[in-house]
Nanobody, 118 residues
Framework: QVRLMESGGGLVQPGESLRLSCAAS????????MGWYRQVPGNERELVAR?????????KYADAVKGRFIISRDHAKNTLSLQMNNLEPEDTAVYYC??????????WGQGTQVTVSS
């Protein structure tokens, strides 16, 4: 059973940065696609950023985070990271790490809370 564990969430002020990490119990390069999603109570879970292997890496960001967030895979640490800069109150959510294929994300972490508030 593959396990994903997120860390790095917390409470920050608008304009500050956070870096989320996702540790996997399997080699992260065994997953064609890994990504970060977020969910606010009462809303559906939404894609934040995803990284697909191949062609040098195919990266997709939600429009709301383009230019502020950076997704990356670290082979040495076997982790997926999300660098979040210039955070806004609208970024407040539970952030989830996921892994799978272009068809479906089969594995999910438990989530980490990110709160952006002054």
């Amino acid at each position: 059973q593959v396990r994903l564990m997120e860390s790095g969430g917390g409470l920050v002020q608008p304009g500050e940065s956070l870096r989320l990490s996702c540790a996997a119990s399997a080699n992260i390069f065994a997953f064609a696609v890994m990504g970060w999603y977020r969910q606010v109570p009462g809303n559906e879970r939404e894609l934040v950023a995803r990284h697909q292997l191949g062609n040098g890496g195919i990266i997709k960001y939600a429009d709301a985070v383009k230019g502020r967030f950076i997704i990356s895979r670290d082979h040495a640490k076997n982790t997926l990271s999300l660098q979040m800069n210039n955070l806004e109150p609208e970024d407040t959510a539970v952030y989830y790490c996921a892994a799978g294929s272009p068809i479906a994300m089969n594995y999910w972490g438990q989530g980490t809370q990110v709160t952006v508030s002054s």
